[in-house]
């Protein structure tokens, strides 16, 4: 079964740093691209970028570029996304998604669980 | 970026009633285009692809339908099960986007 668990909640103070996590399991994680897509409660769905593990190529939507890091690490199969200095606005629920196809323009199945994350002082 | 709009922003309907969901796109998609069910508390879940081919396991009463910027997801028969938020995305162009979604509440 393809699978994609991702790290727990996180409460965190406005400037403070940040990391969480996207493991994926039961397909091979250098064949297909992970994408982080950002959800206010209550709001619609923003795609944040995406990343090739096998090579790390990543790919930024120009309207969070500079505010977030997609990496991965492909020896434990888990993609990250980071945060340097967070702000309120930042509070949301991030989910992560595998490409359905191999290509960098697809559909996302399946989803991560989400991870909320909550900024405030 | 190309833009997506939907349409109703919400909508209720009684079991055995026929929904229709409309998606439009600022510019030409092709058929690069999928539809997603989110329940409260729950990741999307993919419906649709290529705007017309259903993913295993959805449910037959589910259709897509459209090309270019105009496109429609269609529920024949509603079922309780089926209340949540829709949402379209295109994923024709980088970066990718997604409609406002479509909040379907059944009665």
């Known amino acids: 079964e393809v699978q994609l668990v991702q790290s727990g909640a996180e409460v965190k103070n406005p400037g403070e740093s940040l990391k969480i996590s996207c493991t994926a399991s039961?397909?091979?994680?250098?064949?297909?691209?992970i994408a982080w897509v950002r959800q206010v409660p209550g709001k619609g769905l923003e795609w944040l970028g995406i990343?090739?593990?096998?090579?790390?190529?990543?790919k930024y939507n120009p309207s969070f570029q500079g505010q977030v890091t997609i990496s991965a690490d492909k020896s434990i199969n888990t993609a990250y996304l980071q945060w340097s200095s967070l702000k309120a606005s930042d509070t949301a629920i991030y989910f992560c998604?595998?490409?359905?196809?191999?290509?960098?323009?697809?559909?996302?199945?399946?989803w991560g669980q989400g991870t909320l994350v909550s900024v405030s002082s | 970026d190309i833009q997506m709009t939907q349409s109703p922003s919400s909508l209720s309907a009684s079991v055995g009633d026929r929904v229709t969901i409309t998606c439009r796109a600022s510019?030409?998609?092709?058929?690069?285009l999928a539809w997603y069910q989110q329940k409260p508390g729950k990741a999307p879940k993919s419906l649709i692809y290529s705007a017309s081919y259903l993913q295993s396991g959805v449910p037959s009463r589910f259709s897509g339908g459209g090309s270019g910027t105009d496109f429609t997801l269609t529920i024949s028969s509603l079922q309780p099960e089926d209340f949540g938020t829709y949402y379209c995305?295109?994923?024709?162009?980088?970066?990718?986007?997604f409609g406002p979604g479509t909040r379907l509440d059944v009665k």
């Open positions: 995305q295109q994923y024709q162009t980088l970066p990718l986007t």
């Open positions: 039961g397909y091979i994680f250098t064949n297909y691209w």
């Open positions: 990343i090739f593990p096998r090579d790390s190529d990543t």
């Open positions: 510019q030409g998609i092709n058929t690069w």
């Open positions: 998604a595998r490409s359905f196809s191999y290509s960098s323009l697809s559909l996302y199945d399946p």
